[in-house]
């Protein structure tokens, strides 16, 4: 009796997985193809300046020799005499040469081979200004300009000795009293200003 009991329990439990798994195989939702995460999220390395990918370069920074020329400097890092020429003909209205001063930096992006050609040369103007020289694939000239933000600020303050100590005393920035003394020295007289007289400004 008992083998027989053991046979059924068997045979009961063979049928019970086939059932289920006959019942689950059509509600099984579909296997969501997995995104290949390499492609996805590989980041991109090139870091640019100026619109230029830096990093493939070797950078050459210096300033502007007085009585020095661009044409020079270029020539001596592998850019011909008809390239500059063609350079400053199809972007004159976007900068004129002659206007490079010396004392000014520049910066030389030169190829990293055996030739070590500058294919760039970006030119710092002044504070907020750089002229991108292009001797690749386009012979242009690009400008780029930093944005700049004013900001108005008041400061007023009660004379007691001077202006000058008056001003300082409010957190003004000394070359702010300068700078005020020279634009009104021909219509304030800041040596005749009264004790308690009161000063008010913009900066």
């Known amino acids: 009796m008992l083998p027989e009991f053991k046979?059924?329990?068997?045979?009961?439990?063979?049928?019970?997985?086939?059932?289920?798994?006959?019942?689950?195989?059509?509600?099984?939702?579909?296997?969501?193809?997995l995104p290949d995460t390499l492609a996805?999220?590989?980041?991109?390395?090139?870091?640019?300046?100026?619109?230029?990918?830096?990093?493939?370069?070797?950078?050459?920074?210096?300033?502007?020799?007085?009585?020095?020329?661009?044409?020079?400097?270029?020539?001596?890092?592998?850019v011909s005499m008809e390239e500059i020429d063609m350079v400053t003909r199809n972007s004159a209205s976007v900068f004129d040469v002659r206007k490079i001063k010396s004392g000014n930096s520049f910066t030389l992006f030169c190829r990293k081979d055996s030739t070590a050609r500058a294919d760039y040369l970006v030119y710092q103007h002044d504070p907020v200004t750089w002229y991108v020289f292009s001797f690749n694939d386009s012979l242009n000239i690009t400008s780029y300009r930093k944005e700049v933000k004013s900001t108005v600020k008041y400061a007023s303050a009660t004379i007691e000795t001077s202006l000058w100590d008056a001003m300082l005393a409010g957190g003004l920035h000394p070359s702010l009293v300068v700078g005020l003394s020279d634009i009104f020295a021909w219509s304030i007289d800041f040596f005749g200003l009264q004790k308690g007289g009161g000063c008010r400004t913009g900066a």
């Open 40 to 78: 996805v999220s590989k980041p991109d390395s090139t870091l640019f300046m100026y619109g230029i990918p830096y990093d493939s370069f070797n950078l050459i920074t210096g300033k502007i020799k007085r009585n020095g020329f661009l044409s020079s400097i270029l020539m001596e890092h592998g």
């Open 7 to 33: 046979i059924l329990i068997l045979l009961s439990l063979i049928l019970l997985i086939y059932s289920c798994k006959n019942s689950d195989s059509g509600n099984l939702p579909p296997v969501a193809e």
